[in-house]
């Protein structure tokens, strides 16, 4: 089975300060992983993926995130944020190239001036 | 490049009534998503389509969900005696991956549903 755990439902932090989304994943095999990003009233927007090779992966909008095999990790980051980073951020697992997208809950993030 | 389209936006629809969304996929991609979103159950997947077959259907509740895809430029999602816990925003996905290049799913803008 897999799942998705992002274990921070909100995340305030300043603007221009880094900032790094949690993301852990459970899965027996090598697993498909990606962020997106949701702005209020819109839909699901890709950020970027990780599927094999460079364990550190960059991303549009300034985004990067860092796969880590040995505690089963795959943490968003950016630095600086700003205030337009303000949204709700969801990690998704899949099992192969085409294959259904398990979610985490999503963490909301706010950057506040 | 349109991006997905879902289209209605938004349906409103009383209990017992039914409910066809529709989504076309982005052209040249060869799979089809279904999701649902609420705030309680977050996420949820429903349903897939690969050039046109089902692949794979767990997420679907059995007894009144169904889903098609006639032809590589839409598929239907369709909601028979629609109850209130039916409620969600249901967002369409398509993905093309030739191999090697292309795994991430675009969605689209979803079809907010609304079950009286």
């Known amino acids: 089975a897999q799942s998705v755990d992002q274990p921070d439902a909100h995340v305030t932090l300043s603007e221009g300060a880094s900032l790094e989304l949690r993301c852990s994943y459970s899965?027996?095999?090598?697993?498909?992983l990606f962020w997106y990003v949701q702005y209020p009233g819109q839909s699901l927007q890709f950020l970027l993926k990780?599927?094999?090779?460079?364990?550190v992966v960059k991303g549009t909008k300034g985004f990067e995130a860092e796969f880590r095999k040995s505690n089963s990790s795959f943490n968003l980051k950016k630095s600086p944020a700003h205030w337009s980073d303000s949204a709700k951020y969801f990690c998704?697992?899949?099992?192969?190239?085409?294959?259904?997208?398990?979610f985490g809950q999503g963490t909301s993030l706010s950057v506040v001036p | 490049n349109a991006g997905v389209i879902q289209t209605p936006r938004h349906k409103v629809t009383g209990k017992g009534q039914e409910a066809t969304l529709w989504c076309e996929p982005i052209?040249?991609?060869?799979?089809v998503f279904w999701y649902r979103q609420t705030i309680v159950q977050g996420l949820e997947f429903l349903t897939y389509?690969?050039?046109?077959?089902?692949?794979?259907d767990s997420g679907m509740p059995k007894e009144r969900f169904s889903a098609q895809m006639p032809n590589q430029s839409h598929s239907t999602l369709k909601i028979q005696s629609t109850q209130p816990q039916d409620s969600a925003v249901y967002l369409c996905?398509?993905?093309f991956g030739t191999g090697g290049s292309s795994y991430e799913q675009y969605f689209g803008p979803g079809t907010r549903l609304t079950v009286l």
């Open positions: 996905a398509s993905s």
């Open positions: 899965y027996s095999a090598a697993p498909y």
């Open positions: 990780y599927i094999t090779g460079d364990t």
């Open positions: 998704a697992l899949g099992a192969s190239s085409f294959s259904k997208l398990v």
């Open positions: 052209s040249g991609h060869s799979a």
């Open positions: 389509f690969r050039n046109q077959a089902p692949i794979d």
